[in-house]
């Protein structure tokens, strides 16, 4: 492989998006993603794999409160209501992906904080929604590490804090959409 050499959390996110890609394609199923804290890395990560543009009709990026607003339709009174970071906004940010990819037959959206600044019962919580056509959607609360694989603590640099926390996100949310098509 030209001598490239992944880390032990890129060999797993890889495994998992292996995984992800072949329950898809048994299911006929076509993902869109509405990232927000992860920023298109879960989207980024699927397309890793070769043929997964069978799969993933796309990401909405919606990094910003206007975004979520303007791109997906997310209501204002919602996310001041509860909170960006909330079940009921990643529920909707799901729904909303949905509706505006025709083709796509399963949503997951993720909204979180991923620190250092947030507050502090807050540090680290995201949220999925996992939304299909004419069924229930569902959110799950994750609790995003700060830690090395080792279990060092990067406290003291909050830009690690967030790499560390984004590839958790990814992890945790890819093993849960897994968990939910299979």
């Known amino acids: 492989m030209l001598g490239i050499s992944l880390t032990?959390?890129?060999?797993?996110?890889?495994?998992?998006?292996t995984q992800l890609f072949l329950a898809l394609e048994r299911t006929g199923d076509v993902l869109v993603l509405a990232?927000?804290?992860?920023?298109?890395?879960?989207?980024?990560t699927l397309a890793r794999i070769p043929g997964m543009s069978r799969r993933l009709a796309g990401s909405f990026v919606v990094y910003q409160i206007d975004s979520?607003?303007?791109?997906?339709?997310?209501?204002?009174?919602?996310?001041?209501?509860?909170?960006?970071?909330?079940?009921?906004v990643a529920a909707s940010m799901a729904i909303q992906a949905l509706s505006r990819t025709p083709h796509a037959t399963i949503a997951?959206?993720?909204?979180?904080?991923?620190?250092?600044?947030?507050?502090?019962?807050?540090?680290?919580?995201?949220?999925?929604?996992?939304?299909?056509?004419?069924?229930t959607t569902m959110t799950v609360q994750l609790?995003?590490?700060?830690?090395?694989?080792?279990?060092?603590?990067?406290?003291?640099?909050?830009?690690?804090?967030?790499h560390a926390r984004q590839t958790d996100a990814v992890q945790?949310?890819?093993?849960?959409?897994?968990?939910?098509?299979?």
């Open 8 to 17: 032990p959390p890129q060999q797993e996110l890889d495994r998992l998006a």
């Open 35 to 44: 990232e927000s804290c992860t920023a298109g890395l879960i989207a980024a």
């Open 68 to 88: 979520k607003v303007a791109w997906l339709g997310i209501s204002a009174d919602t996310i001041q209501a509860h909170d960006v970071v909330s079940p009921e």
């Open 108 to 135: 997951m959206s993720i909204t979180g904080h991923l620190g250092p600044a947030a507050p502090t019962v807050l540090d680290g919580v995201a949220w999925l929604g996992i939304a299909r056509s004419g069924v």
């Open 143 to 162: 609790q995003l590490k700060a830690d090395t694989a080792s279990g060092t603590s990067l406290i003291e640099d909050p830009s690690l804090i967030r």
């Open 172 to 182: 945790q949310a890819l093993s849960r959409l897994l968990e939910e098509i299979c």
